[in-house]
């Protein structure tokens, strides 16, 4: 039996991890610790069972050593951070609160818990990074390694690599027990609605214009969030430690191909349930419309990176990860759930954060200001 700490769970995958975890690992003990920023949802946790929610900073660290002693943690696996790319360019500064000087509080918390203490208790510290440390690649590129250096290319992807580093720092300096994570493009239930997938869902159900950056050729590499937890329970049972493990979905998609998936998708869900018309009157598919007739190009984001690619050779090889879940078929799924989930979604898109969009975004995502 282990007992987790689990930071930023509320978040998107944070709240997939806290899910996934019980229904595997039904004995052991949860803290779900969350600041409840922007992005953070408890309701996101809501029916999950003899799990302690915490609503609290990663950066208070009289809270968390309290949490690490009361709840007798060995295990704590760090989700929470900024993690939008155009929030960090329009402000980078609580990309470096959060991910760099919160990450060094939960190290020196842990260190102090798990080494300085004396105790001698076997411990993990799993840190959950991004592939977007390790910058952009060529159409011809190898795919990105866990030796690939580090070229950090956004705010946001530079804050991680920093925090990355501490993590590594704090294992070859006093010993802490750590593994590492970089993962690439997650989707799935309960994902924020500022991301591509949930945003452009949103958009299309509504008639608002789904605004692609640039050409629209910018390649990512799709990885369902469920196979994402299931690549974190790998590290955390049988990863070395003081080792980073590369976690990827293995499909290469441009934005575009996504992006067309979505239209055809939301156009075979209403040729299938006419009640969708009636929920969602302004959609084009609601009038027997294409849902691309609302795609539009808009001038490119300044550094967007142009190709991300995952070799998991390592985790696969050590670890016996694959992922299990094709991007065509989950993502049907992943369209389903938000369709069945919609009065979630509509209690996020609040005033703040379509003010928000509009900033960000203005006509382009057709938000109603």
Same mark, same amino acid.
């Given at each position: 039996?282990?007992?987790?700490?689990?930071?930023?769970?509320?978040?998107?995958?944070?709240?997939?991890?806290?899910?996934?975890?019980?229904?595997?690992?039904?004995?052991?003990?949860?803290?779900?610790?969350?600041?409840?920023?922007?992005?953070?949802?408890?309701?996101?946790?809501?029916?999950?069972?003899?799990?302690? /929610? +915490?609503?609290?900073?990663?950066?208070?660290? !009289? =809270?968390?050593?309290?949490?690490?002693?009361?709840?007798?943690? #060995?295990? *704590?696996?760090?989700?929470?951070?900024?993690?939008?790319?155009?929030?960090?360019?329009?402000?980078?500064?609580?990309?470096?609160?959060?991910?760099?000087?919160?990450?060094?509080?939960?190290?020196?918390?842990?260190?102090?818990?798990?080494?300085?203490?004396?105790?001698?208790?076997?411990?993990?510290?799993?840190?959950?990074?991004?592939?977007?440390?390790?910058?952009?690649?060529?159409?011809?590129?190898?795919?990105?390694?866990?030796?690939?250096?580090?070229?950090?290319?956004?705010?946001?992807?530079?804050?991680?690599?920093?925090?990355?580093?501490?993590?590594?720092?704090?294992?070859?300096?006093?010993?802490?027990?750590?593994?590492?994570?970089?993962?690439?493009?997650?989707?799935?239930?309960?994902?924020?609605?500022?991301?591509?997938?949930?945003? /452009? +869902?949103?958009?299309?159900?509504?008639?608002? !214009? =789904?605004?692609?950056?640039?050409?629209?050729?910018?390649?990512? #590499?799709? *990885?369902?969030?469920?196979?994402?937890?299931?690549?974190?329970?790998?590290?955390?049972?049988?990863?070395?430690?003081?080792?980073?493990?590369?976690?990827?979905?293995?499909?290469?998609?441009?934005?575009?191909?996504?992006?067309?998936?979505?239209?055809?998708?939301?156009?075979?869900?209403?040729?299938?349930?006419?009640?969708?018309?009636?929920?969602?009157?302004?959609?084009?598919?609601?009038?027997?419309?294409?849902?691309?007739?609302?795609?539009?190009?808009?001038?490119?984001?300044?550094?967007?990176?142009?190709?991300?690619?995952?070799?998991?050779?390592?985790?696969?090889?050590?670890?016996?990860?694959?992922?299990?879940?094709?991007?065509?078929?989950?993502?049907?799924?992943?369209?389903?759930?938000?369709?069945?989930?919609?009065?979630?979604?509509?209690? +996020?898109?609040?005033?703040?954060?379509?003010?928000?969009?509009?900033?960000?975004?203005?006509?382009?995502?057709?938000?109603?200001?």
């Amino acid at each position: 039996m282990a007992n987790l700490l689990v930071t930023g769970a509320a978040g998107f995958i944070g709240a997939n991890f806290v899910r996934y975890w019980r229904e595997q690992n039904p004995k052991d003990g949860i803290v779900a610790l969350d600041a409840l920023t922007y992005a953070g949802n408890a309701a996101n946790l809501d029916g999950i069972n003899q799990v302690d /929610f +915490i609503h609290g900073d990663i950066r208070d660290q !009289a =809270l968390v050593a309290r949490l690490m002693a009361d709840h007798r943690i #060995d295990t *704590l696996v760090h989700f929470a951070a900024e993690s939008h790319v155009d929030r960090s360019i329009k402000g980078p500064d609580v990309f470096i609160e959060t991910n760099v000087l919160g990450t060094h509080a939960l190290l020196k918390v842990a260190r102090r818990h798990w080494l300085d203490s004396g105790s001698g208790q076997p411990h993990r510290f799993h840190h959950v990074s991004t592939d977007e440390v390790y910058g952009t690649l060529g159409r011809d590129d190898p795919a990105f390694t866990e030796t690939t250096p580090y070229a950090p290319n956004s705010p946001y992807a530079a804050s991680k690599a920093a925090s990355d580093h501490l993590v590594r720092a704090y294992h070859y300096t006093y010993g802490l027990e750590v593994t590492t994570s970089n993962c690439s493009n997650n989707y799935g239930p309960y994902q924020f609605p500022e991301k591509l997938i949930p945003l /452009f +869902i949103a958009n299309a159900l509504h008639g608002r !214009a =789904l605004p692609i950056y640039g050409d629209g050729q910018q390649v990512r #590499d799709w *990885l369902y969030v469920e196979d994402h937890c299931r690549g974190i329970e790998q590290v955390l049972r049988k990863g070395r430690v003081g080792e980073c493990y590369n976690i990827g979905g293995g499909e290469e998609l441009a934005n575009l191909v996504v992006i067309d998936t979505l239209c055809a998708a939301i156009d075979k869900a209403f040729a299938h349930d006419p009640m969708l018309a009636a929920r969602f009157p302004d959609s084009p598919a609601a009038e027997g419309k294409a849902t691309a007739s609302l795609k539009i190009n808009v001038a490119d984001r300044p550094g967007h990176d142009r190709r991300y690619a995952i070799d998991e050779k390592k985790i696969r090889d050590e670890l016996g990860y694959a992922p299990a879940h094709g991007f065509a078929d989950w993502f049907a799924q992943t369209l389903q759930w938000y369709l069945a989930n919609e009065s979630w979604w509509r209690s +996020i898109m609040d005033g703040s954060y379509r003010s928000w969009i509009a900033d960000n975004y203005g006509h382009r995502a057709g938000v109603a200001v």
